[in-house]
């Protein structure tokens, strides 16, 4: 066990101070890289707090629309892309679509929170 | 750097000292601020050792023709395709005054009349782009696909593949491409990257169209689905075109300005494959961080945003 504050809770303190206090201290035309780098460990920050659920529901998704269960999320992800790309699954393109809208969701989530919001 | 400064100023026949002044953005060429005494050009190169997809002696000679067509470019000066005195392959080009960053361009008070004229002359410069006549561009750019639609497919898969990375959402993407695709259109000039930030704007308006490096011959509708994917909204989403005008106005401009009539549905098309573009540029540009091209972690990050036009792709053909 490691002492507070959280690996999420570290990261959000170096957001606050890239964005809050070194930001308007740096030239104008590299601030935007800050608020880059600021993003970056707010990202990092909701990845950890997902845990492993999104990749389990990835995995249990790409083992349904594959039919078969797959060893890992990387594994039914390439294996997926493989079918799509030698046209095997050309019939079943207006089903995958909204299938495939969860695992872009949950991409989201931890990129682009609302972004899937009209 | 010393070389670089020298080198230039000996194209340009300066008697003074030039100083030259690395111009951020810009995703896979350098771009320099180039100073002499009370003048100002800009350099664009090939980094050393990389290789862009549009030689530079061919984006020269489709800023000139783009030029001749009316279209608002920088007067192109010089080029040394093969490096010579600019290190790298290069060119110099005039200085155009204005921005190119997006949200300066759609929020501050000194472009507001900008904004109002933008959607039309963006349209203007879009039909100028496309009445180049591509018959006079043999040697510039490689003979026109049979079906403009499935050669982009290709290219992309192609660039997809160098990656290795799976993304099943690109994957569904380019085979709806594939099986939608539009009776193939008789090829145009397209500009390949015609979008908010690469468009220098002034007070006035449209001061130029830069970054011609994706520019091929294909399907006009190409260029104005590009422009009006989400990512280039910068947050205006309501707003399809560069955030700024809506896509009716656009159509009728267009048209007005001679451009071929414009099919809705064909726009949908290229903006879904725009979206199917914009996301493997993101685990490209990622890719390049990764494998050591270009450290950069705004390059990383980037990788992370490909689920953006992978969503509205999806919205886009679900």
């Not at chain 2, 300066?14 to 951020?24: A, H, K, W």
């Not at chain 2, 994957?171 to 500009?191: F, I």
């Amino acid at each position: 066990m490691q002492d507070r504050p959280t690996a999420p809770e570290l990261l959000e303190s170096v957001a606050e101070y890239l964005v809050g206090e070194l930001r308007p201290d740096v030239p104008r035309e590299q601030r935007f890289m800050v608020l880059v780098a600021a993003n970056v460990c707010a990202v990092v920050a909701r990845e950890i707090r997902a845990g492993e659920s999104p990749d389990r529901e990835d995995l249990a998704l790409f083992s349904e629309l594959l039919g078969e269960e797959t060893a890992d999320v990387h594994a039914g992800a390439a294996e997926l892309s493989r079918r799509l790309r030698a046209g095997e699954l050309d019939d079943r393109i207006d089903e995958l679509a909204p299938r495939l809208e969860g695992h872009v969701r949950r991409k989201l989530e931890i990129a682009r929170p609302g972004y899937d919001e009209p | 750097m010393e070389e670089l400064a020298e080198g230039v100023r000996a194209v340009l026949a300066e008697d003074g000292e030039v100083t030259l002044t690395p111009i951020p953005g810009g995703a896979s060429r350098e771009t320099w601020l180039v100073e002499g005494e009370g003048r100002r050009w800009v350099l664009r190169r090939d980094p050393e050792g990389s290789v862009s997809l549009v030689p530079i002696a061919e984006e020269f000679a489709l800023i000139e023709r783009a030029r001749e067509a009316g279209v608002p470019v920088p007067e192109p000066i010089a080029v040394e395709p093969a490096g010579g005195r600019f290190g790298s392959a290069g060119m110099l080009m005039s200085f155009v005054a204005g921005t190119s960053v997006a949200p300066r361009i759609l929020r501050k008070p000194e472009f507001e009349e900008a904004r109002n004229r933008l959607t039309v002359q963006l349209a203007e410069s879009l039909a100028g782009i496309h009445a180049v006549d591509p018959s006079g561009l043999d040697g510039v750019l490689p003979a026109s696909a049979d079906d403009p639609a499935l050669a982009q497919i290709e290219e992309w898969e192609r660039q997809l593949d160098e990656i290795g990375e799976p993304l099943p959402a690109v994957e569904l993407g380019l085979r709806w491409l594939r099986t939608h695709a539009p009776e193939p259109a008789e090829p145009h000039l397209v500009h390949g990257d015609f979008r908010l930030g690469n468009f220098i704007v002034d007070e006035h308006g449209l001061a130029a169209v830069i970054d011609w490096e994706l520019a091929h011959l294909g399907d006009p509708v190409e260029d104005i689905g590009w422009l009006c994917i989400r990512s280039w909204r910068f947050g205006n989403d309501d707003r399809p075109v560069a955030g700024i005008g809506h896509l009716e106005e656009l159509i009728a401009a267009y048209e007005g300005a001679g451009g071929d009539p414009v099919d809705r549905e064909r726009v949908r098309y290229w903006e879904a494959f725009g979206n199917v573009k914009w996301a493997v540029i993101c685990a490209r540009q990622a890719h390049d961080h990764l494998a050591g091209v270009r450290r950069s972690h705004e390059l990383a990050s980037l990788g992370r945003r490909v689920c953006e036009p992978e969503w509205d792709m999806l919205q886009l053909i679900v």
